[in-house]
C-alpha cells in the first residue's frame, strides 16, 4: 500500500477520533449538567471513533449507492465494534467503561438499539458528507507536509496512550488493593475510598474520576458476578453431595444386598454340613453296631466249640 495513501488514512482516524470526543463530551457535559472531559485518553481522541470511521471508509464505500443498505451495514459493524471493545477493555483492565442494562433493547450492556440507529445516522453523515470534503483537504497536501503532520499526531497520540494507560492501571490497582483492606461490602463506600486516593494523586488521576462519574457501576457488576459464582459453587456443591449421599445409599444396599447373600450361602454351607456330619455320624454307628455283633457273633462260636469239646 502507499505510504501516502497509510499517513492519509491516520490523519482521517485522528479526525474522526477528535470528533467522537467532542460528540461524547457534548452530550455527557449535556447529561451531567457540566463539562465533562469524555474519553478513554487523557487528550481530546476517542479512538473507537476512528476506528469506526475508518471501517465505514474503508469497507463500505461499495454500499453508498445505496442509503439503507449502508445504514444498515453501519449499525452492523460499530455494533461489533463497540461490543468488542467493551469486552477487551473490561478483560485487560478490569473495569466496565459503559453499561447499557437500564435500555429496553441491549445486549449484555455493551451495545444498545439507541447507540445502533444514532451509529447509522453517523455512517451516512460521514459516507455523504463529512469524508468527501476531508478528502478533497487532504488532496492539497503534499508528501512533506503529510508527513510532518502525521508524524506530529503520532508522537501525541502514544504519548497519550501511554500516559492514559498507566493512569488506568492505576485505577485497578487502587481498586483491588481497597477491595482487600476494606472491611465494609458497600458499593457506594468503596468506590468513594477509590475516589478519594485517585484524588490525591496526579491531575491525569483526578481527570479520570472525573471523566466517568458512574465508574461505580464497575463494582456493583463485580459483586454480582462475585455473588453469581457463589451460586452456581453452592449448587454444585449441593449436586455433588446430593450425588455422593445417593452412592452412598447404593453402596450400602448393595453392601446389605452381598452381606445377606454371603449369610445364606454360609447357612447353606452349614446345613450341607450337618447333614454330612449327620449322615457320617450314622455311618460310624452302623459300622460300630456291625462290628460289635460280629465281635458277639464270633464269641458265641467260640464259647459253642469251647463246650463242644468238653
Known sequence: MDLNLILKFFILFIFYSFAGWIVETLWV???????????????????????????????????????????????????????????????????????????????????????????????????YVINPHIEIWLTYLNEQQLRIISSVLWTIFVMDFVISTVVIYGFR???????????????????????????????????????????????????????????????????????????????KDKVIDAKDVVIEKVNGAKEIMNVKTVGIKNTIELGTRKAKLKVKIGKRHIKQKFNGKI
Open 29 to 127: 457535559s449535556w447529561c451531567n449538567k457540566k463539562f465533562i472531559d469524555r474519553g478513554f485518553l487523557i487528550g481530546p481522541c476517542c479512538p473507537i471513533y476512528g476506528c469506526g470511521a475508518l471501517l465505514i471508509v474503508l469497507l463500505l464505500n461499495n454500499f453508498a449507492f445505496n442509503p439503507i443498505i449502508l445504514f444498515v451495514m453501519t449499525t452492523v459493524i460499530c455494533g461489533v465494534l463497540e461490543y468488542g471493545t467493551s469486552w477487551l477493555m473490561e478483560k485487560f483492565f478490569k473495569a466496565r467503561w459503559w453499561d447499557y442494562s437500564d435500555k429496553k433493547i441491549n445486549l449484555n450492556g455493551r451495545i444498545c438499539l439507541e447507540n445502533l440507529i444514532a451509529f447509522g445516522i453517523m455512517g451516512l453523515a460521514v459516507t
Open 173 to 251: 490497582k487502587v481498586t483491588e488493593k481497597v477491595n482487600r483492606e476494606s472491611i465494609t461490602d458497600n458499593t457506594e463506600q468503596i468506590t468513594k475510598m477509590v475516589r478519594e486516593v485517585l484524588s490525591q494523586r496526579s491531575f491525569f488521576h483526578r481527570r479520570f474520576i472525573d471523566a466517568y462519574p458512574k465508574l461505580e457501576a464497575i463494582k456493583i457488576k463485580m459483586k454480582q458476578i462475585k455473588t453469581k459464582i457463589e451460586d452456581v459453587t453452592n449448587e454444585a456443591k449441593d449436586v455433588v453431595i446430593e450425588k455422593v449421599n445417593v452412592a452412598k445409599d447404593v453402596v
